[in-house]
T-cell receptor
Framework: QQQVKQSPQSLIVQKGGISIINCAYE??????FPWYQQFPGKGPALLIA?????SEKKEGRFTISFNKSAKQFSLHIMDSQPGDSATYFC??????????FGAGTILRVKS | DGGITQSPKYLFRKEGQNVTLSCEQN?????MYWYRQDPGQGLRLIYY???????QKGDIAEGYSVSREKKESFPLTVTSAQKNPTAFYLC????????????FGEGSRLTVL
């Protein structure tokens, strides 16, 4: 119940395309869903996050879509750029508890 | 600049030796964490501390030890009991325990020869 399942494991997208990464969870107590971006040799950094009271959140080219009934959420990167090439982690937590991470998706944007 | 500093960035050790990884933060955060990252396995929690002089085991604590004598510092010792210590180690902090936003250091890559 504590797992967050992330797919795909890796993704190659052409420059200008849309990158989509999906995550699914079981624990209905989760109330905060962040996405982290990690460049090679660096630590992850918070990219965007959503709470279950909204179905979508957009920040620039990055959008989180959230489907509470399906217990799924996804990250969409519009107009993907080579500089977006990184590893992306979805995560989830219930208030006051530890963050649970997905396994990560390695994104490569080809120029 | 506020942030988390991990050292060393790269470390090589012989099998059977203990090694200590340093983590210092100047964000005045209460909570600190250690994660291990292996390819395809995401971030796995080793230990975390919610307050000075207190810490709890995470999901993969065996073969590791920590201390939290100061708010700013949370060193991790990888002992000889850790069967597969070669990995990328990440230290993180959060304003309060359980906060969803973690601030990560740049990591320490340990290679055991």
């Amino acid at each position: 119940q504590q797992q967050v399942k992330q797919s795909p494991q890796s993704l190659i997208v052409q420059k200008g395309g849309i990158s989509i990464i999906n995550c699914a969870y079981e624990n209905t107590a989760f109330d905060y869903f962040p996405w982290y971006q990690q460049f090679p040799g660096k630590g992850p950094a918070l990219l965007i996050a959503i709470r279950p009271d909204v179905s979508e959140k957009k920040e620039g080219r990055f959008t989180i879509s959230f489907n509470k009934s399906a217990k799924q959420f996804s990250l969409h990167i519009m107009d993907s750029q080579p500089g977006d090439s990184a590893t992306y982690f979805c995560a989830a937590t219930a208030y006051g508890n530890k963050l649970v991470f997905g396994a990560g998706t390695i994104l490569r944007v080809k120029s | 600049d506020g942030g988390i500093t991990q050292s060393p960035k790269y470390l090589f050790r012989k099998e059977g030796q203990n090694v200590t990884l340093s983590c210092e933060q100047n964000l005045n955060h209460d909570a600190m964490y250690w994660y291990r990252q292996d390819p395809g396995q995401g971030l796995r929690l080793i230990y975390y501390s919610q307050i000075v002089n207190d810490f709890q085991k995470g999901d993969i604590a065996e073969g590791y030890s920590v201390s939290r004598e100061k708010k700013e510092s949370f060193p991790l010792t990888v002992t000889s009991a850790q069967k597969n210590p070669t990995a990328f180690y990440l230290c993180a902090s959060s304003i309060v325990p359980g906060a969803g936003e973690l601030f990560f250091g740049e990591g320490s890559r340990l290679t055991v020869l």
